[in-house]
Structures are given as C-alpha cells and as structure tokens.
C-alpha cells in the first residue's frame, strides 16, 4: 500500500516537473497562453510548490500586457470586436491593468455610438424624431465630437417639437417668423409675438415700458424669446405646454419665482475641502457645506448652478494614474586571493639567562631572568651566582603557504512595485543590523546602561513618478548598497561597524514599457603585502625564501534595470465634458449665453440616460460547429431601479444576407418579468420589414425568433437583431445571458454564434 503511494507521489511530482519544463520553452517562445496552462497544470500537481505559483503569477501578468498590447493593434485597424476580446482577456488575466479596463471600455463606447447613430438613422427615414433625438442625445453624451450624430441633430432640430425647460410646447406654427419692432413697447413685443406663435405670456407687473427695435428674418420662436429677454434684462420660466411667465432678471424677483435645489455632491479623488475652494473661485456661491466624514459637498442654489455645479466636478473628480516598476538589481563581485611564501609564527628572537624549577603540577619549566627583575618587584628569586643560571633562547617557527582563492558572486533582487502617481515608494532588500552601546553613569552607583540601534544594510531604493499625458514617466530615484565590512568590539562594552556603501541618484523620462540600465556603479580594490626578514629578504634569489606574499583583489560591479508600466491612466473627460459653456459672468446656466442661435444644438439635458455597460462575450464555437461563429454582444444600462423598466440590445456583427435568428436568453425571474421582445434595428422597420416571434417563455427563460418579412431579401452588416424590454421586480444582481442562438441566411444556410451577457444592478 505504502509503495503504492509512494509511486503515485513520484509519478505526481514528475509531472507537475515536466508541465513547469514546457511552460518555460512556451515562455521563452512568447507564447504566454500556453505557458500559463502549463505553468496551472503544475501548480495543481503539486500545489506546495511556491516557485510554480511565482512563475505562474509572472507570465500571468506578461499574458495580460501581450494581450493589452494586441487589443492596441486591433483598435488602430478598426477591428472594434477583435480589439474588445483582447483587452477583455487582459482584464481578465490582470484586474489591476486599469489601462486595459479603460481601453475596453474607450471601444465599447465607440460601439455603442456606431449603433446609436445607426438607430437614429432608421428612426429619421421613419420620421420618428423624438426617438432619434434621444438616441443621438445618448450618441453625443458618449461621444460629443462624433460629426454624424452631430449633422443628424441638426436635420431633427426643426423637424422635431420645440421642448423648453422640460416642457414641449404647443405652438400654432413651426414656420420660421420674421418680425420688426421699431421703439415699441417690450409688453407690446410679447403681445404680437404670443399672436403669431399661440403661446400666451403673463407679464410681472415690474417690467418697466422699455423700447423695443428688433429685425429678425425667417427666425425660429425660440431664437426671438430669447432675443427678447436677453436685450431687456428679463427672464422666464415655463408654466405648461402654451403659457409662459416672464418677469425682471433681479435678486427679488428671483427669489420670488425661481426654484432653489439642495444637491448633495459625493467625491472620489478630489477632497471635499479643495472642492470647495474651486466652486467658490468658479461658480461664486455661498450656501455650500463640506461633509469631511463622507468626502461629501452640500449646496443650495438654482437649478442651472448646481447643474454646472455637477458638470465641473464631474470633469474634476477624476482617478489618478499609476505605475508599477519592473525592477531588477544585479551585484556581481569577483575576489582573488593568493598567499605564497613562508610565514613566521612571531618576526622577533628572544634570547636570555634564567632558572629551571618545578611548578605545583610537577611541570619542569623554565624562567628567564628578566621575568622577574621587573620595577619594583621581589628580588627573593634572584641567583646568588652565575653558576646556577642556564641559558635560555626563542625562535620563531615557519609555515608555507601555497594558497590561490577565486571567489564569483552574484546577487540578485528583482521587486515590483506599484507606486501612485507623484507618490514616493521605498524598497528596503536587507537586513537591519544592531550597534550596541554601553553608558556608564558614576553618580548613581555605576550603574551600567546598555542601548541597541538599528541601521539598515543591504540595498534601499527610494521611487518617486510622475506620469504625464504622453504615456511617459518622470522617474525620480536613490539607489543606495551598503554591506558589512568589519565588526568591531568597543572597549568598555559595545560593537561598531565598518560600511562599505554605494550611492547612486538620477532623473530619467522613460516611456511605458521603456527600459534602461543604470551600470558603471564598480569598486576595484587591491592589496598587496610581503613579511620578510630584514637584510635578508633583500638579498636575491635567497630572500624570495624567507618572503612571505600576500595578494588580494576585490572588484565589485552593480547594474540597476527599471521598466515602467502604466496600468492606470487619468480618465480623461470626453470635450463636452471638459469644455463647460457657464453662461454670462452674472447669469450663471448650463450652456450658450444665446443656445437658439448655436449651429449645434446644446444644453442638452442627459440626466437620467443609463450608462451602456460593457458586454460580456466569448469567441468559442459551439459544439460540433465548423464555421467562425458570428460575434454576439448584450448592452443594456448598467444599473436600474426596482419598479423601471428597460431594455437589453442583442447585437450582432458582420452578418450576411441575414433573415432569421432563433434566440435562448435567461434571467433571473425572482428580480425581474419579461416585458416583450421586438425586431431590432438590423432587422428593420417592425411588421412592415420584420417581426418577432416567442416560441416559449418559460421561467426565466426566453425563446423568440426574430425574422425578416417573408418576400424580404436579408440584411448584411453590423446592429442590433432584438430589443429584449424587462421590468424590474427586486433589488439584486441581475444578469441577462444569450445562452443560445442560431442565424439563418438567405440561402438556407446556419450559423452558430458566440454567448454572451450582461449585468445590472437593480437597487
């Protein structure tokens, strides 16, 4: 039984040997998937094994940047789909590669613009303006310099109802008004201007009669109301659909008609307090408080303040970037040591008279006179006469050496370290080593103290970053090795010690990945020593023989390499988001001073548009499938409220000749109810060009098909084939997954397609 096992252990460890061995020549050879398979392998064989969880750990990072590396690639060509699955596996691989996480979501968004222009496209052949307008508006929150969604918003600005502060109003005409006003009086103004649009306008009784002279063209309702209240100082606000009030733009009327907001601000990387500082320089305001126990801003104000109150800190409050140093620190030290020749036990002849005698063990030994004709001493010992004194004398013994050392170190260190940007980080490789002291007090009794210090020996590498916009680093570092030469015992009690130290400083741009060597850090010392006898060492030949050498050479070289990787970078604002239109220096709003005038509509209000969450996708094929599965991805809002309804986008990529696809979709029916299933973009207009089709709708299951109108040819490209609506019953986790999924083409011919989900928190 024992043999048995026995056997078993030794054929285990040689497998986890053999599986580490192939994962080495996959990692030599760049292929870091494999490598990482073989190096899990053996980790599973023998998991006591630290140096496989090490190796394994080291090429899982270098497969994340092999992969963050490719999703680049993929990006520059516009292959958007190739490029999500790489930086989604280096995600995987390595959550703490912020900068993939950050790329892949940079391409989602340009996906999920792409499809939200193309929404928007189908939405104005159908003349469906509203839904266009709130795709484009998602299109251009995601991405406000995107010149198509920018040109359709232009072509629905006059085709869709006029909407003003939240409410769309109902006006007579949609055609453009041309007016001219020549000192009339501003109520006057109003007057004609409520005539001609079917709005009516209620007056404050405070607007003073101020003359009127305006000349407008083929202008638009919205561009002369604000004309009007602009040029005479007045403002307004929008009771319902058909009745607008308008009042003088002063502090008092303010107060009495304009709403005031408490908002709440909670932050992330910027402190409340320096928060603060800059709404007060900006924004002027005064009714604002700081919750330090929350990082939280309280403040009161108009509603157009605290919306640009949100608008500047969302573009402020923004994470900082990090880097991790890839540092490898190499000591090499060569020492030769040679000794040749004789060596005496003492250089000195000792030669005298003196006595023999008998110690107390019976020893027989030998005194010389001069032990004891020391100052002061006993003379009782002293001979009376020569002829009891022998003669004694000292010679000093010899040995030779024939002895050559060579001794070749190396040592090596090889820390990472992740270091926030403009932060400092220290590495101490080494030990800490005690100096002992003794203090001796005499005025209470001798009283003996003895005190420990510590200092570091070894190797200490002080970092400090600074990662700028350009994806280099400022790189600010202290090298110091230091090594114990000598241990000296201090008389009176305590040690101290000899340090031999090597210091090295620099300032260096390296670009992320960049490496560079630090080197030429050498110590070459030699020593060289002889102990002859005087006179005749110094005659030829015969003085090389009672010469003693000694010969030694150290030479000591350290080499610094240091690569920088950037795994998180500042998350930049998008322009919109950056460059913030405030108004006038006394009217503090969201937006244009004049927006009706504005080529590009602005001000737009997203509030409330969820924010598309990245999908989760695989590329394998299914079973038994021999064709390239077509790409399927699931976007949906990344988080809901119990009680709302929304909808999940199954969209698809690089379709031919589409006219069918059969769908499997789960979720979790304790948290959500299946609201209905219609035909996506893709597939056309719903019932005039496809339909959708529910084959069975059991518990947290969804099978549908949808399809192209029978008569009509396929569809090729890249959209959404279904839009999936669900209401949410409970707070939780909710995931929505394709689990199956089947095209059909023209042609009768079927493809596979990839699974994937999404996920949403429900609150």
Not at 229 to 256: A, C, D, F, M, W
Not at 674 to 684: E, K
Not at 685 to 700: F, I, N, Q, Y
Not at 703 to 722: D, H, K, N, T
Request: proline share 4%; charged share 25%.
């Amino acid at each position: 039984m024992w043999t048995i096992v026995l056997l078993l252990a030794i054929l285990t460890g040689c497998a986890g040997s053999r599986a580490f061995d192939a994962g080495d020549r996959y990692l030599q050879q760049g292929e870091y998937d494999l490598a990482l398979e073989q190096f899990a392998e053996a980790m599973a064989r023998e998991p006591a094994r630290h140096e496989y969880r090490l190796k394994w750990l080291d090429t899982r990072n270098r497969s994340a940047l092999w992969h963050y590396d490719r999703g680049q690639e993929f990006a520059r060509q516009g292959q958007l789909l190739q490029a999500v699955a790489e930086y989604r596996q280096s995600v995987q691989l390595d959550g703490s590669l912020t900068a993939a996480a950050q790329k892949l979501k940079e391409v989602q968004t340009r996906i999920a613009v792409e499809q939200l222009v193309s929404e928007a496209r189908d939405f104005i052949k159908a003349a469906r303006y509203s839904q266009a307008r709130a795709s484009l508006s998602k299109a251009l929150k995601l991405d406000a310099g995107h010149d198509e969604a920018r040109q359709l918003m232009q072509q629905i600005e006059m085709a869709d109802q006029l909407v003003m502060d939240g409410y769309e109003l109902e006006l007579s005409s949609r055609e453009p008004l041309s007016l001219q006003f020549s000192q009339m009086d501003v109520r006057q103004a109003f007057a004609v201007l409520g005539q001609l649009s079917g709005i009516h306008f209620i007056l404050d009784e405070a607007i003073p009669p101020n003359p009127v002279s305006l000349l407008l063209k083929d202008a638009s309702f919205a561009q002369i109301l604000d004309l009007l209240l602009k040029l005479n100082g007045l403002g307004k606000r929008v009771l319902n659909s058909h009745t607008i009030l308008v009042y003088p733009k002063n502090p008092e009327k303010e107060k009495q008609y304009e709403d005031r907001v408490i908002q709440v601000f909670y932050l992330s990387n910027i402190e409340a307090k320096n928060a603060v500082n800059m709404l007060r320089t900006m924004m002027q305001t005064r009714k604002i408080y700081v919750h330090e126990e929350l990082n939280a801003i309280v403040m009161r104000d108009k509603p157009e303040v605290i919306e640009l109150t949100r608008q500047l800190l969302e573009a402020a409050d923004r994470n900082d970037s990090e880097v991790v140093f890839d540092l490898e620190l190499v000591e090499v030290s060569h020492r030769d040591v040679l000794k040749l020749g004789p060596k005496l036990s003492t250089y000195s002849i000792s030669a005298g008279f003196g006595q023999s005698m008998v110690d107390s063990d019976g020893n027989l030994v030998s005194q010389l006179l001069s032990d004891v004709l020391t100052a002061g001493g006993s003379t009782d010992t002293l001979a009376s006469s020569f002829s009891r004194l022998e003669s004694f004398y000292t010679l000093p013994t010899a040995t030779f050496d024939f002895a050559k050392t060579l001794t070749d170190s190396e040592i090596l260190a090889n820390p990472k370290i992740r270091v926030k940007n403009r932060e400092k980080a220290k590495v101490h490789i080494g030990t800490r080593e005690p100096i002992v002291t003794t203090n001796i007090s005499t005025t209470t009794g001798d009283i003996t103290s003895t005190n420990v210090q510590y200092i570091d020996v070894g190797v200490k590498l002080d970092v400090q970053p600074i990662i700028r916009l350009d994806d280099t680093v400022i790189t600010t570092l202290a090298l110091e090795v230091s090594s114990i030469l000598e241990k000296e015992e201090i008389a009176g009690g305590g040690s101290a010690l000899r340090i031999s130290t090597t210091n090295a400083g620099s300032s260096l741009i390296l670009k992320d990945g960049e490496r560079t060597i630090i080197g030429g850090l050498i110590r070459d010392d030699l020593q060289d020593s002889r102990n002859t006898l005087p006179l005749i060492g110094g005659i030829p030949v015969l003085g090389q023989i009672f010469t003693g050498r000694s010969k030694e050479k150290n030479k000591r070289e350290i080499l610094l390499s240091i690569t920088p990787h950037i795994v998180r970078t500042v998350d930049l604002p998008a322009p919109d988001v950056a460059t913030i239109w405030s108004g006038s220096e006394n009217d503090l709003t969201p937006g244009l001073r004049f927006p009706s005038f504005a080529d590009v509509p602005g001000g737009e209000d997203f509030r409330g548009v969820p924010a598309m969450q990245e999908p989760e996708m695989t590329s394998e094929a299914g079973p038994g499938s021999d064709e390239t599965p077509v790409e399927i991805a699931l976007y949906g809002p990344s988080e809901v409220a119990a009680g709302d309804s929304f909808v999940v986008q199954v969209v698809a990529s690089k379709v031919r000749d589409l006219v069918a696809a059969r769908l499997t979709l789960r979720y979790p029916g304790t948290l959500a109810e299946f609201a209905g299933i219609h035909p996506g973009p893709l597939m056309g207009k719903e019932e005039e060009e496809s339909r959708a089709l529910l084959a069975g709708v059991p518990a947290g299951t969804i099978e549908a098909q949808v399809s192209r109108v029978e008569g009509i040819p396929g569809v090729s490209g890249e959209g959404a084939l279904a839009l999936v609506a669900f209401k949410v019953l409970a707070a939780g986790r909710l995931e929505v997954s394709l689990e199956a999924c089947e095209l059909v083409s023209a042609d009768g011919q079927t493809l596979s397609c990839s699974a994937g989900s999404m996920t949403a928190e429900a609150r």
